[in-house]
């Protein structure tokens, strides 16, 4: 059996910060609730209750959540944004568009998303 622990991983974003960004990894029971939180239900024109995910938050929610250091919930760095309350509206605040997403696909990487069935299968074999 593999323990599962949150692994942390050092991120350069871009040259701006004189610190890296302290990334960690997150279990699936995490993300389910990740999902969970940015589902709504609707309903169908037939009447039929449907979950919608919406990916955008969804998205920003896992970026927020895996960000170790900066820490996004200190109430200075969130009033230095005029973002108070809102980790992921401190976060899009401090990066320019393309260190965002250059962000979440260090984090989607680190969290295994960028692995096909295949090479699961063959890390699973080791």
């Known amino acids: 059996m593999v323990e599962v622990v ?4 050092e ?3 871009t040259d701006r910060f004189k610190e890296p960004f302290i990334i960690e990894s997150i279990t699936e029971t995490e993300n389910d609730r990740l999902k969970k939180a940015n589902t709504v239900r609707l309903r169908s024109k037939g ?3 449907v ?6 938050k969804y998205g920003d929610a896992l970026v927020a959540r895996c960000i170790k250091e900066p820490d ?3 109430s200075e760095l969130q009033g230095f944004s005029g973002t108070e309350g809102d980790e992921t509206a401190t976060l899009k605040a401090m990066l320019l ?6 962000l979440m ?3 989607l990487e680190f969290n295994g998303f960028d692995q096909d069935d ?3 299968k063959e890390e699973a074999k080791k």
């Open 97 to 102: 568009a393309g260190e965002y997403s250059n």
């Open 72 to 74: 996004l919930a200190n």
């Open 11 to 13: 991120v350069t974003v």
């Open 47 to 49: 009447g039929n209750l």
């Open 6 to 9: 949150g692994d942390t991983k």
């Open 51 to 56: 979950k919608n995910l919406d990916t955008d």
């Open 118 to 120: 295949e090479e699961l």
């Open 105 to 107: 696909q260090e984090i």
